[in-house]
């Protein structure tokens, strides 16, 4: 079983930064895709972002995936030391408005197209106009 806690959500200004931070447990934490979703106040919940975990096709470990709405903007990345997977939101506008969550996934699975096996309890941003 995989525990993700969420933190580092909050109030920005439009046009401003914030870092979530997902810790997880679990010492399988290297070798899984970890990444991101949102959902905003009435819609559904959307990809944002994953990052494949270490693996044994080569080229593969590390690699990276950004839904539209984001790219240029957020960027994600892992500390598997410390069992945790990072989003930096930068230029961030009044849409981006929404709860974030956690995701993990075992093994190779960007973008999650397999599934999400494990979720966190979400962090809420607020991005004020």
């Known amino acids: 079983q995989v525990q993700l806690v969420e933190s580092g959500g909050g109030l920005v200004q439009a046009g401003g930064s914030l870092r979530l931070s997902c810790a997880a447990s679990?010492?399988?934490?290297?070798?899984?895709?970890m990444g991101w979703f949102r959902q905003a106040p009435g819609k559904e919940r959307e990809f944002v972002t994953s990052?494949?975990?270490?693996?044994?096709?080569?080229?593969?470990?590390?690699?990276?995936d950004y839904a539209d709405s984001v790219k240029g903007r957020f960027t994600i990345s892992r500390d598997n030391a410390k069992n945790t997977v990072y989003l930096q939101m930068n230029s961030l506008k009044p849409e981006d408005t929404a709860i974030y969550y956690c995701?993990?996934?075992?093994?190779?699975?960007?973008?999650?197209?397999?599934?999400?096996?494990?979720w966190g309890k979400g962090t809420l941003v607020t991005v004020s106009s």
């Open positions: 990052i494949v975990g270490r693996t044994s096709i080569v080229g593969s470990g590390g690699s990276t």
């Open positions: 995701a993990a996934g075992a093994l190779v699975n960007p973008k999650f197209s397999r599934g999400v096996d494990y």
């Open positions: 679990g010492h399988t934490f290297s070798t899984f895709t």
